[in-house]
């Protein structure tokens, strides 16, 4: 079936470093991809999305990557604080959102 | 402009009940999806639901859950004869539009159903 999985469960990063955190889905037909960031306890919080006609959308201190050929998707965040510890899921939409199962980002101050 | 609201955000129930969930939308949304979420996994979901109608519901259970969104008042997510494995954090999401359009969903803090 159609799934949206992550490479890596954990990232650890030094505070003022840039994470990359990675994602592939199996479904070609997607063109809606999201980040989300989930906060222990919280619901999801919408990070940044991009099309399928798109490669690559900036944010502030975020960056999103689309490789279609691949299917992968990349969140990169700059200059990583503290603030940014969480979970960050992957989502596509199809009609309804399928989300990957997280990657818990840990930064060390 | 309130946010996605989910209540009760902690439910205990004994093994046979009955769980309500309910869930608010932000104002002026008329699309509600159900996800539940186990510890340390990824968000599942469930159903897909506008205004008086079930849209998706590919990922409900067979037996024990419903889910509603009547033309008044909350979304309900109903689990009957909660059994422990039902133990997980439930989290409803709105977006005015459908999302397929790139239209973004907002999501609830959720509702965390611990069956004993």
């Known amino acids: 079936g159609e799934s949206v999985g992550l490479h890596l469960p954990t990232l650890s990063v030094q505070e003022g470093d840039n994470s990359i955190i990675n994602c592939a889905y199996s479904?070609?037909?997607?063109?809606?991809f999201i980040w989300y960031k989930q906060e222990s306890g919280k619901g999801p919080q919408f990070i940044i999305d991009i099309r399928s006609n798109m490669d690559k959308r900036q944010g502030q201190r975020v960056t999103v990557l689309l490789n279609k050929t691949v299917k992968h998707l990349s969140l990169q965040i700059a200059a990583t604080q503290p603030g940014d510890s969480a979970v960050y899921f992957c989502?596509?939409?199809?009609?309804?959102?399928?989300f990957g199962q997280g990657t818990e980002l840990s930064v060390k101050p | 402009n309130a946010g996605v609201m989910q209540n009760p955000r902690h439910l205990v129930r004994r093994r046979g009940q009955e769980a309500r969930l309910r869930c608010s939308p932000m104002k002026g949304h008329s699309h509600v999806y159900w996800y539940r979420q186990l510890p340390e996994e990824g968000l599942k979901f469930m159903v897909y639901l506008q205004k008086e109608n079930i849209i998706d519901e590919s990922g409900m259970p067979k037996e024990r859950f419903s889910a509603e969104f009547p033309k008044e008042g909350p979304s309900i997510l109903r689990i009957q004869q909660v059994v422990r494995g039902d133990s997980a954090a439930y989290f409803c999401?709105?977006?005015?539009?459908?999302?397929?359009?790139?239209?973004?969903?907002?999501f609830g803090q959720g509702t965390r159903l611990t069956v004993v």
């Open positions: 999401a709105s977006s005015p539009r459908d999302i397929g359009d790139g239209t973004e969903a907002f």
């Open positions: 479904n070609s037909a997607s063109d809606y």
């Open positions: 989502a596509e939409t199809g009609g309804k959102l399928i």
